[in-house]
């Protein structure tokens, strides 16, 4: 059974610092993994797209990364900024199957 | 970008009653959909996959003559609760993917308070 797990489940960071958000999933034989961020009260939005094939991708301050290997991913915000606060959720879907599985998030709050 | 939309945003009900939710995806097809709820502070939990043209598949725990999915359309999915009660109150959202990844996008989401 696939599980995710992120780390840390919160994390609070001055704003201007660039940090790293962990997830990492028990079975590699996943399709896709999605990074998405979810604000308060609000659904998600899709941030970063990585393919079993692929090692990495960017978008703007965020770079994503893919270890299938070693069942590890990681999300890179450059530069932080107070309207980063948000949830960050990983979510990897299962080759064969049509579901994501969520990691619990990390809740990231960005001090001015 | 791909847009998923949901109506209502939030609805307050009574005991007993029955309320509908709408999920739509605005500008590509989906011939799936998955309905998810989340409790605070907690991650979405799925409960069921709306096939267009079918059944839908519902989770473990998932009570199917409780929540009744209809996936009427290539771009309408539809949540009922029946018989609303205090403890479904809950955020429910939805979500379709698209394109060969396979890319998921989620609707904001619907409030459900059940008084």
């Known amino acids: 059974k696939q599980e995710v797990t992120q780390i840390p489940a919160a994390l609070s960071v001055p704003e201007g610092e660039n940090l790293v958000l962990n997830c990492s999933f028990t079975?590699?034989?996943?399709?896709?993994l999605q990074w998405f961020r979810q604000d308060p009260g609000k659904g998600l939005t899709s941030l970063l797209l990585?393919?079993?094939?692929?090692r990495e991708q960017t978008s703007g301050r965020l770079n994503a990364s893919l270890d299938k290997s070693s069942g590890r991913s990681t999300l890179y915000i450059a530069a932080s900024q107070p309207g980063d606060s948000a949830t960050y959720l990983c979510?990897?879907?299962?080759?064969?199957?049509?579901?994501?599985?969520f990691g619990q998030g990390t809740r990231l709050t960005i001090n001015p | 970008g791909a847009v998923v939309s949901q109506h209502p945003s939030w609805v307050i009900c009574k005991s007993g009653t029955s309320v509908k939710i709408e999920c739509r995806s605005l500008?590509?097809?989906?011939?799936?959909m998955f309905w998810y709820r989340q409790f605070p502070k907690q991650s979405l939990m799925l409960m069921a996959t709306?096939?267009?043209?079918?059944?839908?598949?519902?989770e473990q725990g998932v009570e199917k003559d409780k929540f009744l999915i209809n996936h009427a359309s290539l771009t309408l999915s539809t949540l009922t609760v029946t018989s609303a009660h205090p403890e479904d109150s809950s955020f429910y959202i939805c979500?379709?993917?698209?394109?060969?990844?396979?890319?998921?996008?989620f609707g904001p989401g619907t409030r459900l308070t059940v008084t």
């Open positions: 500008d590509f097809q989906a011939t799936t």
């Open positions: 990585i393919q079993s094939s692929q």
């Open positions: 979500s379709a993917p698209r394109g060969a990844a396979y890319e998921q996008y």
């Open positions: 709306s096939n267009e043209g079918s059944k839908a598949t519902y």
């Open positions: 979510a990897v879907l299962i080759q064969g199957a049509q579901k994501l599985v």
């Open positions: 079975d590699s034989a996943i399709y896709n």
